[in-house]
């Protein structure tokens, strides 16, 4: 079995523990490496690094466009291992090939975004007085640590990094126990583009120890974290105790709302890509249906259809559509979900159980009759399993649709645009798509409402969170 490492300092590094953590592929439940399991050392080597950097102020004093540069490079360093890296993160977190190349290039993307924005980030001058000249200064944290989630390794590495580096931040990033190997091929790239030592450190180790002792360093001054509610309230209190600023991108629970106009097969498509995609595993997943009931059986109908034909398989097989969940422990979470939605009344259409065979399998799952108070219609399931719940009148589809405590994406289905905006503006959501899931880009703000978080991630104005603003007043007289 492989044995990766930590990459610290521009350097390979192995843990002084000897410890690994062995990262298997989903699809089989077999190994396919190990990556040298970061201890407190570890953190220590890599905070250290990314503080010298920092102070070093090399990335601070590097011209604009000269850091631009850097970053389109790494940029095409980045695609360089596209498919490299993409089969990597296939392998490790189950997805399809196409999306774990297309996640290698999205970062590229998320490089070269944010590397047009370097030079324009203005600081302003203020009128105070004939003989005050005041202006502000845009200036970074420091050391910068971000921790990501499995779902989207690369991704979630990539729209943070990208910011942090673009504004002058040193970054230490810990990838998650059950995918950290992908993120070592993009290291790689790192190196091609020559990226100065101890500006970019990526560790993988325990969330519990490695995780938590980065946040709580007394040499970290500002946290990206991508995750579980559950574990972002604990970062909180941990950046809190320190009083450093933290970024926060939640879980969800979100809603797609059918009014009777729609065209069906935009529901259909999107819940192939955004229920049934990735497994489901997808922060803003399309996870409760909310149907008016006329068109209810139709829907169900249609949803049936595309759950039978999904086929299901490894990424890396071809014309693979319903991959598998990233572990043993995922495949027994939800499908105790689907049982207790069972349980509590709801019919499964379509799915409900694991599919027997190797690997960590879960049927396509369409649960109709879920009522409000069901587990299945407050909890992230995070797993191929589709609420269907009905409403009457449009006010009745958004208190349903609203009824939850995350508020990370929504959705809206109607040929009637004026009906569509009306909805939007009621929905208690960070983004809201319309007659399609997943309409945006690198260049669109991305997060949550309630205990989804409330930081922005991607677009112009995430970089805002990334900078402290300093204010100077020169006495002229
Ligand atoms: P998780 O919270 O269990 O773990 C996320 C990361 O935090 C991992 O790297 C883990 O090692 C680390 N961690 C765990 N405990 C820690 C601690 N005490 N201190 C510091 N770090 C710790 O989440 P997960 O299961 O890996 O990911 C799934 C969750 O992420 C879902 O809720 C999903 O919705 C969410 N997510 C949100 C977004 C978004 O942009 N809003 C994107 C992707 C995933």
Request: net charge negative.
């Amino acid at each position: 079995m492989e044995k990766y490492k930590n990459f610290i300092n521009n350097s390979w590094v192995d843990s002084e523990s000897k410890e690994t953590i062995k990262v298997e592929d989903p699809a089989t439940a077999k190994y396919i490496g190990e990556i040298a399991c970061a201890k407190k050392t570890e953190v220590d080597l890599a905070v250290n690094a990314a503080k010298e950097s920092f102070n070093s102020r090399i990335l601070i004093d590097m011209p604009l466009l000269e850091r631009a540069k850097l970053m389109h490079k790494i940029a095409d360093e980045t695609r360089k291992v596209a498919q490299e890296g993409g089969k990597m993160l296939c392998y490790e977190n189950g997805k399809t090939l196409a999306a774990a190349i297309k996640e290698f290039n999205d970062v590229a993307d998320m490089f070269d975004y944010y590397a047009g924005l370097t030079d324009k980030l203005e600081g302003k001058t203020i009128p105070v007085s004939h003989n005050v000249f005041d202006y502000t200064v845009l200036e970074p944290f420091g050391v910068s640590a971000h921790i990501v989630p499995w779902n989207y390794p690369l991704a979630m590495v990539g729209r943070s990094l990208a910011c942090s580096f673009a504004t002058g931040n040193s970054t230490v990033i810990k990838t998650a126990e059950l995918t950290p190997l992908s993120a070592t091929i993009f290291a790689k790239a790192l190196q091609k583009a020559e990226v100065p030592k101890g500006l970019i450190n990526i560790i993988c180790g325990y969330g519990n120890e490695a995780g938590s002792y980065l946040v709580s360093h007394p040499d970290v001054n500002h946290v990206v974290f991508t995750g579980s509610v559950a574990t972002g309230k604990k970062i909180l209190h941990a950046c809190a105790d320190k009083a450093i600023p933290a970024i926060v991108e939640l879980g969800g629970k979100s809603a797609g709302i059918v009014y009777p106009d729609a065209d069906l097969n935009d529901v259909v498509e999107s819940a192939r890509h955004a229920i049934f995609g990735v497994a489901g595993q997808i922060c803003t997943a399309m996870s409760r249906l909310v149907v008016h009931k006329s068109i209810k059986n139709e829907l169900l109908d249609k949803l049936v259809n595309l759950s039978k034909s999904l086929k299901v398989g490894a990424g890396y097989e071809e014309g693979t559509e319903l991959t598998p969940l990233i572990s043993s422990n995922q495949l027994d979470k939800v499908e105790g979900y689907a049982r207790s939605g069972i349980q509590q009344g709801a019919e499964a259409v379509h799915g409900g159980k694991r599919i027997e065979r190797e690997g960590y399998f879960m049927e396509a799952t369409v649960l109709n009759n879920v009522k409000q108070d069901m587990t299945v219609a407050r909890e992230e399931i995070f797993g191929p399993v589709l609420s269907i719940l009905e409403y009457q009148d449009n006010e009745e589809a958004i208190s349903i649709a609203n009824d939850t405590d995350y508020g990370l994406g929504g959705g809206v289905f109607t040929k009637d645009l004026n009906k569509a905006a009306w909805t939007a503006s009621k929905l208690q959501s960070g983004q809201v798509y319309v007659n399609k899931w997943f309409t945006g880009s690198h260049a669109t703000p991305f997060g949550g409402y309630k205990q989804s978080g409330y930081s922005r991630e991607k677009g112009i104005q995430a970089l805002n969170a990334y900078l402290q603003i300093k204010n100077v007043g020169i006495s002229l007289s």
